[in-house]
């Protein structure tokens, strides 16, 4: 099985600062893209920021200049270094994965999964 676990997420004041990990584990044949969501009260989930597999980065224009998403394909992690947070900010973060898995030999499964989610409240 797949577990993805995120972490980072707590309060922090308008203008500070946070840094979301999150680590996939269990049985991967391969992690193609990974990406950041988030959900604020009474919102539908939205896309925040993805990385493919090469490297390539794409956000939403609310955190552009102000997020950053990296990942580590040696580790299976994925970070998202947030700067100059707002009060709009506030949500539940979720970390998602695009992996394949081998069940067989010679055949392969390709799903999304998804963390659990933390929570990032930015208030005075």
């Known amino acids: 099985q797949v577990q993805l676990v995120e972490s980072g997420g707590g309060l922090v004041q308008p203008g500070g600062s946070l840094r979301l990990s999150c680590a996939a584990s269990?049985?991967?044949?391969?992690?193609?893209?990974m990406g950041w969501y988030r959900q604020a009260p009474g919102k539908q989930r939205e896309l925040v920021a993805t990385i493919s597999s090469g490297g390539s980065t794409n956000y939403t224009d609310s955190v552009k200049g102000r997020f950053t998403i990296s990942r580590d394909s040696a580790k299976n992690t994925v970070d998202l270094q947030m700067d100059s947070l707002k009060p709009e900010d506030t949500a539940v973060y979720y970390c998602?994965?695009?992996?394949?898995?081998?069940?067989?030999?010679?055949?392969?499964?390709?799903?999304?999964?998804w963390g659990q989610g933390t929570q990032v409240t930015v208030s005075s």
């Open positions: 269990g049985s991967i044949f391969n992690i193609n893209g």
């Open positions: 998602k994965a695009d992996i394949s898995r081998r069940i067989r030999p010679y055949t392969y499964r390709r799903d999304d999964y």
